[in-house]
């Protein structure tokens, strides 16, 4: 570097130098001299002076020698510090690019470079203020760098004319230059902060204010959406609701007037009649009748002016629990006539001559109590036995039928939804014909479908076998037939089409009753079943001739239907009233079995055993009855009812058939079955002989064996007659002769072999 300085030097003072002829310098001027010495001094103070501005440097004569000298002693002694002060000035240059025009020498290339790296870094970082940021401290940057980039040229353009000669005087340059570079510093970095902290707080206004801004749009959109939604919602949901109950008006509207012929119907609000409904209470583990008949609908759903959760109606095979969810149906649908459904059946029933109707009675009239469920989803059991999800057997009853398969996806999400949003009424009819899975003793409904109440029906004997807790029955209702069972009688009969006038119908229904009390069936009338056989058969006289037999043996063929709906016909019948059954055939040997049992409980020893018994008394009969599958069969057609014992301790079952009735009967045909056996002089005769007045009980039984075999009953009444000899013979005489002649043609001899 002192070899460039030294020619810098020599070309600053080249001009006067080669204007000076040769023999000038060889003359001693020592008053020239002093005054070159002087003028050199001068001009190096002036450059130290003005570091950081470039002076004006006026030429000077001097001769080549003279200047030459100067120029080495200054480079010898000055150029070692001037390196190390512009190499001190080179550190302090953190933030800015000195963008050197023109020639400089390497060690100001180096600082350029030096600059240049870190005057990018700074640049980097400026970004991250903003635009307005950076472009100002970019300025003052460039304002530093051109005047860094002024002072070097200054310094270059002295030294290139006179030369270095004096240390102190750079190093006073230096210092000057390095202050002014730290206040040049000091001042762009307290500008950055300005511009960093002023920037800062921008981005956090301006961020919070955009943010506040998405919010304000984001809740708009989403409130524009959710109302989108809900109006979406809201059309689906009623176009589900019209699509469904017009469902339920065409499956539900109509319902059979025969237990044995299924295809005969009749509408439903032309023969309904409200039932007898009462309502049971928790005494020490057993549910007993309190007395309370169930008059409306918000008895059946209201517990102390509470939702019931769960209700359950129980009833014997044909007492008309399906019958009523059906009309509860009907009647809700009704209520909802403005969702533009099919039109319902009228709810008054015509008379033959349509001059006159039927006014129904106010029974379960508060159909507003039904307004309070949008959704009423009517689920038979026996249709989804493996199923134990609510929600699946919906889905699987109602949404397949009233969906096609392309629509089915959306609509189980939409039942899902509205299950969760709407308050719901699930009816899930036949308990007792449900077999679930294991585990499961009721159908289980998802907790977040909280807002459905359910309501079920089913046979006493599955509320016991079940093992359901107390704590899931909120209401529990026992439904026992119709109130008025004439009334229904006669609606019946209209439905039948025969009589064209209503006096003709008046007269038929009056030959009806007669009929019902000659014959001792006015009991059997409150089941609508026994009802509706009991009135087909009488209106087909021509056929049946009113025997009770007959009757009887349509009762039994009715109730194994629903066990086993299987078909077949005797070729060479048992018995006259056996002749054209189709369902004691395949299911023979559980009649059989059915009919044992009947027998020896009804001539138990155990006379309070005889009616009302339990699990362990059947285990004791010689049967197979006991057997589970056999036990299931009954309980099953409905032949033989069970319900739970009054308990704390434990909990227990008691059975017994269906009617007593029905019980003597099976009775009086095993008797007729097993004449071979005599089972009057084996069982009855000791039976009597222990029990001195129960011939009296057994009226009914020696009626149907009449009916059944006249051989066996003319033994039993002789058993019957010697056993009464030693009390009252006379009394007995006239009793059983008054019940002898009348009731053999009643029960129809006609029907023995």
């Known amino acids: 570097m002192g070899s460039k300085l030294s020619k ?163 190093t006073s340059i230096a210092e000057d230059v390095r202050r002014e570079l730290d206040a040049k510093f000091i001042s762009i970095k307290e500008a950055f902060e300005r511009v960093r902290i002023k920037a800062t707080y921008s981005i956090e206004c301006a961020t919070e204010s955009g943010v506040r801004k998405i919010e304000l749009v984001t809740e708009e959109n989403m409130r524009k959406i959710n109302a989108l939604n809900e109006k979406e919602y809201v059309h689906e949901r009623d176009e589900m609701l019209r699509t469904m109950m017009n469902h339920y008006a065409k499956t539900l509207s109509h319902v059979s007037t025969s237990p044995l012929n299924d295809w005969v119907q009749a509408c439903l609000d032309d023969i309904y009649m409200p039932p007898n409904v009462q309502l049971m209470k928790n005494d020490k583990g057993s549910f007993m009748k309190t007395g309370t008949q169930i008059t409306e609908y918000r008895s059946v759903f209201l517990t102390n002016g509470k939702p019931s959760r769960h209700t359950f109606i129980q009833g014997e095979a044909g007492s008309g629990k399906s019958t009523f969810l059906a009309k509860l149906v009907l009647d809700w649908c009704s209520t909802n006539s403005t969702k533009s459904v099919e039109p319902l059946p009228t709810a008054l029933t015509n008379s033959a001559d349509g001059d006159s109707t039927w006014i129904r009675t106010n029974f379960f009239k508060d159909l507003e109590t039904l307004i309070s469920y949008m959704f009423i989803f009517h689920v038979t059991l026996r249709d989804s036995v493996q199923e134990f999800e609510i929600s699946d057997m919906i889905k699987q009853q109602i949404i397949d039928t009233i969906y096609s398969t392309k629509d089915r996806a959306n609509a189980y999400n939409l039942l899902n939804e509205i299950m969760k949003r709407e308050r719901c009424l699930v009816l899930l009819d036949g308990l007792d014909e449900w077999t679930g899975t294991v585990g499961h003793n009721l159908p289980t409904l998802a907790v977040s479908l909280s807002q459905c109440d359910i309501l079920i029906t089913t046979r006493p004997w599955k509320m016991t076998q079940s093992n359901i807790p107390d704590s899931k029955i909120d209401t529990l209702l026992q439904l026992e037939g119709v109130n008025e069972p004439f009334d229904v009688s006669k609606r019946l009969l209209a439905c039948r089409g025969d009589y064209k006038e209503s ?64 078909t077949s016909e005797f070729q060479r019948p048992p018995f006259r009233c056996f002749t054209g059954t189709q369902y004691i055939k395949p299911n023979n040997e559980q009649v059989d079995c059915l009919a044992e049992a009947a027998f020896y409980l009804l001539f138990s020893d155990k006379r309070e055993n005889s009616l009302v018994f339990s699990i362990t008394e059947l285990t004791n009969l010689n049967s197979k009855f006991h057997e589970q599958e056999r036990l299931d069969f009954a309980l099953k057609s409905g032949i033989l009812s069970a319900t739970r014992k009054g308990s704390v301790l434990r909990s227990s079952s008691a059975f017994s058939f269906i009617h007593k009735s029905l019980q003597e009967f099976l009775a009086a045909y095993h008797i007729a079955r097993n004449t071979n056996i005599d089972l009057i002089d084996q069982v009855i005769a000791g039976y009597l002989h222990r029990h001195n007045d129960a011939y009296l009980d057994m009226s009914q039984v020696f009626i149907f064996l009449c009916g059944l075999d006249i051989m066996a009953a003319n033994k039993l009444s002789c058993i019957m007659d010697k056993r009464n000899n030693a009390r009252v013979k006379s009394g007995f005489d006239d009793q059983l002769c008054r019940i002898i002649p009348t009731r053999i043609q009643r029960s129809g001899c006609q029907c023995a072999n």
């Open 503 to 566: 006096r003709d119908l008046n007269s038929k229904q009056s030959e009806f009753e007669s009929y019902v009390f000659t014959n001792d069936l006015y009991e059997l009338l409150v089941s609508p079943m026994l009802l509706s056989l009991i009135v087909q058969s009488w209106a087909e006289g021509a056929e049946l001739k009113g025997s009770r037999c007959e009757i009887y043996i349509l009762l039994l063929e009715s109730l194994l239907k629903k066990a086993n709906s299987e």
């Open 8 to 170: 810098a030097a020599r070309e600053a003072t080249g001009k006067n130098a080669s204007s000076t002829k040769p023999g000038a310098m060889a003359r001693p001027h020592d008053q020239d001299s002093k005054m070159a010495d002087i003028k050199v001094n001068d001009i190096i103070s002036a450059a130290a002076r003005e570091a950081v501005a470039p002076p004006l440097v006026e030429e000077t004569e001097m001769t080549h020698t003279e200047a030459r000298d100067v120029i080495a002693e200054a480079t010898r002694d000055g150029i070692g510090e001037l390196l190390a002060k512009v190499q001190a000035i080179k550190n302090d240059f953190e933030l800015f690019e000195l963008n050197a025009k023109g020639s400089i020498d390497s060690g100001a290339i180096d600082v350029v470079n030096e600059l240049n790296v870190r005057t990018l870094k700074i640049m980097s970082d400026l970004e991250s203020v903003g635009i307005d940021g950076q472009m100002g401290i970019t300025s003052i940057a460039e304002d530093v760098r051109q005047e860094l980039g002024a002072n070097f040229i200054s310094i270059k353009e002295a030294l290139e004319r006179v030369g270095i000669d004096e240390r102190e005087g750079i």
